[in-house]
C-alpha cells in the first residue's frame, strides 16, 4: 500500500504532547485537554524518552504488536504509579505524539514504536530521533516530523510527503513511501523497486565506510561509498534473543507464510541470556509462562530455520549475546545485524554492527541482504595511558557527558584510534564499542592491531592470526568525519559516576580526594553490581578480584547491609575466574556470583532494586528510571562498584585505600 501523497490530521483524531508536566499529560489523556504546538515552549517537551519507559520489559514478554499496544508508555512512572493506564494511549483517540529531544534512546527494541502504531498513531514528532528507532519507525511505516511540521498540520496544512521523507537516503524515501519495509521488501523481490543508481568517485573512506563498500550486492570493482548513499549490502551474521525471537519468527508467518525459508541460515543465530533468571525476580515472577512461551518459540524458530542454537543447558546460559557473538562469531571486516542495540559491542573486533528492530531483522535473515544508508563518523582519537584507578568505562562515562550530551555522537559511526589505543586491552576496547548505543551512535567501530588479532585466534580453534589480519580494516589518509576527530587524552580521564536516570550525566572524582565523587556527597548503597555484556568480560573480572584481593589482605569485605552481584558475561569469562581463583577471593569476601546473563541489566535478574528507596551502583550500560528496578542507579567502573561494595557508598578505587582505613 502506497502512502497518499499529502498528510494531513484526520478530523475527529487528536494530538497527543508528552510534556514535562505530568498532570498535563494525565488531562490530555482523560480527554480534558488538547493543546497546540505553538503555545508550547522549548522546555515544556520530555526530552530523552527511552524505550524502556515506552515498552518496559515485562510489556515485551507479548510479541503480538496488538498486546504490546495495551501498554504502551508503562515504563513512565510518577511517584511509583503508572503515569499511562492499562490501555490508555490506546483508548485516546490519539493519531499523533510529539516529544522533545533525542526521541527513543535506549534499547532497540522495536515494540516502542508498535506500541505508538497499535495504539493508533500514525505520526511521530520530535526534536530529534534516536538512530535505532528513527529505522523502527520508518520500518513499521510511522510516519516522523519535526515542531515546525505540527504547527502547519494544527493550523489545518497539508504536507507533502516528500517532507516526511526529507533528508533520508533515496531507498529509505522509498520505503516511507511504500509505508514500511515489508512492502518495499516485497516490492523489490517483484522488480517494482529497485536501488538508486550511486556516482559517488573513488575517495579516502573511514572504518565504516570501508566495511560497507565491501558489502556492497550488485557493484562490480573498486566501490566507494559516502555519507548519505544508499546501498543494498550483505550481512555477514547475525542474532536475536529470547527477548525478540519469537515476534522476527512470527512476523516471518504473517507476511511468507509458514513455510518461510532463511537464505543463508549457518550465518545466523539465537541465544538464550536476557530471561534466563527472570523467573526469579518477584516482579517478573507473575510473567513466567509468557517468559516461557517466548523461550517455546525461539525453539519453535531455531527448529525450522536452522539457524545455530546457543539455547541454554541445564538452565544455564552459554553467555550474553554479544559476548559471545565476539567471542566466537565476528571476525574483522564483517558487516553484522542483531536485534539489540547493544550489537555494535562486535565493533571491538574491527568489524561494523549494530542493532536493527525485529521487522528489519525478520527482513535481512530471510534474505542475507539489507537496505542502509551509508552513515556519517565522528573520530575519537585515543593518546596517552590511563591513571591507575581509571577504565574505558570511566573514558565512555566522560565522552557521553561531553560530546554524546551535545549530540555529536547523534545516528555517527564513532571510530576509535589512535597510539593510546595500545594501552587498552581488548576487553577495555569492547567496553568503549559496546557504549556507543548509549551516545545514540549508530555504532562504534575499532581499530585493528596485533593485540586484537591474538585475542581472537585464542578463542577460535583454527582460525590463524594471518587470515584475520586479511580482513581487518583501516581508515585511509585523509578519510572525512563528518562529527570531526576529537582527541581524548587518556592521563586525564578520572573516574566518572553518572548519576540516575541518564548514562550522560556523569561527574568525575575529585583528583584531590580520590576516594569520593565531586559534587556527589556522601551516597550510601545498598546494592552493587558487576556484569552484563559491558562488564562481565575476563578484564572486569580481574578488576573485580583486584579489589576484593586488596580487601580480603585487609581485613574487609562486602560492607554489612551490602549486597555485592557479579554476573559473568559468558561461560568462557567463567571458567576464566575459576582458572584465576577469583571464585574463592569472591566467595571469602561476601560477593554472591552468578552464572551467566543479562540478570540485572534488564532488569530480569539478581541485583535489580526491590523499593524506590534503594541505591544501586552499578558497572551495567544504562541507568534509565526503573531500567533495573524502581531505585536509584548509579552509573560507575568495575573498579568503583567493587570499592563502593566494601565501603558502603560510592567512592572511586584507589590502590591502598583500604589498608589506608
Given at each position: 500500500?502506497?502512502?497518499?501523497?499529502?498528510?494531513?490530521?484526520?478530523?475527529?483524531?487528536?494530538?497527543?504532547?508528552?510534556?514535562?508536566?505530568?498532570?498535563?499529560?494525565?488531562?490530555?489523556?482523560?480527554?480534558?485537554?488538547?493543546?497546540?504546538?505553538?503555545?508550547?515552549?522549548?522546555?515544556?517537551?520530555?526530552?530523552?524518552?527511552?524505550?524502556?519507559?515506552?515498552?518496559?520489559?515485562?510489556?515485551?514478554?507479548?510479541?503480538?504488536?496488538?498486546?504490546?499496544?495495551?501498554?504502551?508508555?508503562?515504563?513512565?512512572?510518577?511517584?511509583?504509579?503508572?503515569?499511562?493506564?492499562?490501555?490508555?494511549?490506546?483508548?485516546?483517540?490519539?493519531?499523533?505524539?510529539?516529544?522533545?529531544?533525542?526521541?527513543?534512546?535506549?534499547?532497540?527494541?522495536?515494540?516502542?514504536?508498535?506500541?505508538?502504531?497499535?495504539?493508533?498513531?500514525?505520526?511521530?514528532?520530535?526534536?530529534?530521533?534516536?538512530?535505532?528507532?528513527?529505522?523502527?519507525?520508518?520500518?513499521?511505516?510511522?510516519?516522523?516530523?519535526?515542531?515546525?511540521?505540527?504547527?502547519?498540520?494544527?493550523?489545518?496544512?497539508?504536507?507533502?510527503?516528500?517532507?516526511?521523507?526529507?533528508?533520508?537516503?533515496?531507498?529509505?524515501?522509498?520505503?516511507?513511501?511504500?509505508?514500511?519495509?515489508?512492502?518495499?521488501?516485497?516490492?523489490?523481490?517483484?522488480?517494482?523497486?529497485?536501488?538508486?543508481?550511486?556516482?559517488?568517485?573513488?575517495?579516502?573512506?573511514?572504518l565504516a565506510e570501508k566495511i560497507l563498500a565491501r558489502h556492497v550486492v550488485g557493484e562490480s570493482g573498486a566501490v566507494a561509498v559516502k555519507p548519505g548513499d544508499a546501498?543494498?549490502?550483505?550481512?555477514?551474521?547475525?542474532?536475536?534473543?529470547?527477548?525478540?525471537?519469537?515476534?522476527?519468527?512470527y512476523f516471518l508467518e504473517q507476511e511468507y507464510g509458514p513455510g518461510y525459508r532463511l537464505a543463508n541460515p549457518a550465518k545466523f543465530a539465537v541465544f538464550e541470556d536476557?530471561?534466563?533468571?527472570?523467573?526469579?525476580?518477584?516482579?517478573?515472577?507473575?510473567?513466567?509462562?509468557?517468559?516461557?512461551?517466548?523461550?517455546?518459540?525461539?525453539?519453535?524458530?531455531?527448529?525450522?530455520?536452522?539457524?545455530?542454537?546457543?539455547?541454554?543447558?541445564?538452565?544455564?546460559?552459554?553467555?550474553?549475546c554479544h559476548s559471545v557473538a565476539r567471542e566466537r562469531i565476528i571476525e574483522p571486516g564483517d558487516f553484522i545485524q542483531a536485534t539489540d542495540s547493544h550489537t555494535c559491542?562486535?565493533?571491538?573486533?574491527?568489524?561494523?554492527?549494530?542493532?536493527?528492530?525485529?521487522?528489519?531483522?525478520?527482513?535481512?535473515?530471510?534474505?542475507?541482504?539489507?537496505?542502509?544508508?551509508?552513515?556519517?563518523?565522528?573520530?575519537?582519537?585515543?593518546?596517552?595511558?590511563?591513571?591507575?584507578?581509571?577504565?574505558?568505562?570511566?573514558?565512555?562515562?566522560?565522552?557521553?557527558?561531553?560530546?554524546?550530551?551535545?549530540?555529536?555522537?547523534?545516528?555517527?559511526?564513532?571510530?576509535?584510534?589512535?597510539?593510546?589505543?595500545?594501552?587498552?586491552?581488548?576487553?577495555?576496547?569492547?567496553?568503549?564499542?559496546?557504549?556507543?548505543?548509549?551516545?545514540?551512535?549508530?555504532?562504534?567501530?575499532?581499530?585493528?592491531?596485533?593485540?586484537?588479532?591474538?585475542?581472537?585466534?585464542?578463542?577460535?580453534?583454527?582460525?590463524?592470526?594471518?587470515?584475520?589480519?586479511?580482513?581487518?580494516?583501516?581508515?585511509?589518509?585523509?578519510?572525512?568525519?563528518?562529527?570531526?576527530?576529537?582527541?581524548?587524552?587518556?592521563?586525564?580521564?578520572?573516574?566518572?559516576?553518572?548519576?540516575?536516570?541518564?548514562?550522560?550525566?556523569?561527574?568525575?572524582?575529585?583528583?584531590?580526594?580520590?576516594?569520593?565523587?565531586?559534587?556527589?556527597?556522601?551516597?550510601?548503597?545498598?546494592?552493587?553490581?558487576?556484569?552484563?555484556?559491558?562488564?562481565?568480560?575476563?578484564?572486569?573480572?580481574?578488576?573485580?578480584?583486584?579489589?576484593?584481593?586488596?580487601?580480603?589482605?585487609?581485613?574487609?569485605?562486602?560492607?554489612?547491609?551490602?549486597?555485592?552481584?557479579?554476573?559473568?558475561?559468558?561461560?568462557?569469562?567463567?571458567?576464566?575466574?575459576?582458572?584465576?581463583?577469583?571464585?574463592?577471593?569472591?566467595?571469602?569476601?561476601?560477593?554472591?556470583?552468578?552464572?551467566?546473563?543479562?540478570?540485572?541489566?534488564?532488569?530480569?535478574?539478581?541485583?535489580?532494586?526491590?523499593?524506590?528507596?534503594?541505591?544501586?551502583?552499578?558497572?551495567?550500560?544504562?541507568?534509565?528510571?526503573?531500567?533495573?528496578?524502581?531505585?536509584?542507579?548509579?552509573?560507575?567502573?568495575?573498579?568503583?562498584?567493587?570499592?563502593?561494595?566494601?565501603?558502603?557508598?560510592?567512592?572511586?578505587?584507589?590502590?591502598?585505600?583500604?589498608?589506608?582505613?
Amino acid at each position: 500500500m502506497i502512502q497518499k501523497p499529502a498528510v494531513s490530521l484526520t478530523p475527529g483524531k487528536r494530538v497527543l504532547f508528552l510534556t514535562r508536566d505530568p498532570e498535563t499529560i494525565r488531562e490530555q489523556l482523560r480527554g480534558e485537554l488538547d493543546l497546540r504546538m505553538e503555545d508550547l515552549g522549548p522546555g515544556d517537551l520530555m526530552d530523552d524518552i527511552n524505550t524502556d519507559a515506552m515498552t518496559p520489559a515485562w510489556a515485551c514478554f507479548d510479541y503480538r504488536p496488538e498486546d504490546i499496544a495495551v501498554n504502551a508508555y508503562a515504563g513512565i512512572t510518577v511517584n511509583g504509579e503508572r503515569l499511562f493506564p492499562a490501555g490508555a494511549l490506546m483508548a485516546g483517540n490519539f493519531e499523533v505524539i510529539v516529544s522533545g529531544l533525542r526521541k527513543g534512546v535506549g534499547s532497540s527494541r522495536e515494540t516502542a514504536v508498535q506500541a505508538e502504531k497499535w495504539s493508533g498513531i500514525r505520526i511521530a514528532i520530535a526534536g530529534s530521533f534516536a538512530p535505532i528507532h528513527a529505522r523502527n519507525n520508518i520500518a513499521q511505516g510511522v510516519l516522523m516530523g519535526d515542531h515546525a511540521m505540527l504547527v502547519r498540520l494544527q493550523r489545518g496544512e497539508s504536507i507533502d510527503l516528500a517532507e516526511f521523507q526529507r533528508g533520508w537516503d533515496k531507498v529509505t524515501r522509498k520505503v516511507i513511501a511504500a509505508g514500511g519495509l515489508f512492502p518495499f521488501t516485497k516490492a523489490f523481490a517483484r522488480g517494482e523497486a529497485t536501488m538508486p543508481a550511486r556516482d559517488t568517485a573513488a575517495r579516502p573512506m573511514n572504518l565504516a565506510e570501508k566495511i560497507l563498500a565491501r558489502h556492497v550486492v550488485g557493484e562490480s570493482g573498486a566501490v566507494a561509498v559516502k555519507p548519505g548513499d544508499a546501498v543494498c549490502v550483505r550481512v555477514d551474521g547475525g542474532y536475536s534473543h529470547e527477548f525478540t525471537t519469537a515476534q522476527v519468527h512470527y512476523f516471518l508467518e504473517q507476511e511468507y507464510g509458514p513455510g518461510y525459508r532463511l537464505a543463508n541460515p549457518a550465518k545466523f543465530a539465537v541465544f538464550e541470556d536476557h530471561l534466563i533468571y527472570a523467573d526469579g525476580v518477584a516482579k517478573m515472577a507473575p510473567f513466567s509462562p509468557k517468559i516461557q512461551l517466548l523461550r517455546d518459540l525461539q525453539r519453535s524458530f531455531q527448529r525450522h530455520a536452522g539457524v545455530q542454537d546457543f539455547s541454554a543447558q541445564g538452565g544455564v546460559s552459554p553467555g550474553i549475546c554479544h559476548s559471545v557473538a565476539r567471542e566466537r562469531i565476528i571476525e574483522p571486516g564483517d558487516f553484522i545485524q542483531a536485534t539489540d542495540s547493544h550489537t555494535c559491542m562486535g565493533g571491538s573486533v574491527n568489524s561494523l554492527a549494530y542493532g536493527v528492530g525485529a521487522t528489519e531483522y525478520a527482513a535481512l535473515v530471510l534474505s542475507g541482504f539489507t537496505f542502509v544508508e551509508v552513515p556519517e563518523a565522528i573520530r575519537f582519537e585515543l593518546r596517552g595511558a590511563l591513571q591507575p584507578g581509571v577504565t574505558a568505562k570511566d573514558v565512555m562515562l566522560h565522552i557521553l557527558a561531553t560530546h554524546a550530551r551535545r549530540q555529536e555522537t547523534l545516528d555517527r559511526v564513532m571510530e576509535f584510534g589512535g597510539p593510546g589505543l595500545a594501552s587498552l586491552s581488548p576487553d577495555e576496547r569492547a567496553t568503549l564499542a559496546n557504549m556507543a548505543t548509549e551516545c545514540s551512535a549508530k555504532a562504534g567501530v575499532v581499530e585493528a592491531d596485533e593485540a586484537m588479532l591474538e585475542w581472537i585466534a585464542a578463542r577460535r580453534p583454527g582460525v590463524s592470526i594471518d587470515a584475520l589480519r586479511q580482513k581487518t580494516v583501516i581508515p585511509d589518509p585523509g578519510a572525512v568525519y563528518a562529527g570531526g576527530v576529537h582527541v581524548v587524552d587518556l592521563d586525564s580521564i578520572r573516574p566518572m559516576v553518572a548519576t540516575p536516570g541518564d548514562p550522560a550525566q556523569g561527574i568525575p572524582s575529585d583528583p584531590t580526594n580520590g576516594a569520593y565523587i565531586e559534587d556527589l556527597g556522601e551516597v550510601p548503597i545498598d546494592i552493587a553490581y558487576g556484569g552484563s555484556c559491558t562488564a562481565g568480560k575476563e578484564v572486569d573480572l580481574d578488576l573485580y578480584a583486584r579489589v576484593m584481593a586488596e580487601a580480603l589482605a585487609a581485613g574487609r569485605r562486602v560492607k554489612e547491609g551490602v549486597s555485592f552481584f557479579i554476573q559473568y558475561g559468558s561461560k568462557a569469562v567463567e571458567a576464566y575466574a575459576e582458572r584465576q581463583g577469583y571464585v574463592e577471593i569472591f566467595a571469602r569476601t561476601g560477593v554472591r556470583v552468578i552464572h551467566p546473563g543479562c540478570g540485572a541489566c534488564i532488569g530480569c535478574g539478581p541485583g535489580v532494586s526491590e523499593s524506590r528507596d534503594q541505591v544501586t551502583v552499578s558497572a551495567i550500560n544504562r541507568n534509565y528510571q526503573n531500567r533495573s528496578g524502581p531505585g536509584r542507579l548509579y552509573l560507575a567502573s568495575p573498579l568503583t562498584v567493587a570499592a563502593s561494595a566494601v565501603a558502603g557508598r560510592i567512592v572511586a578505587y584507589r590502590e591502598g585505600m583500604f589498608a589506608a582505613d
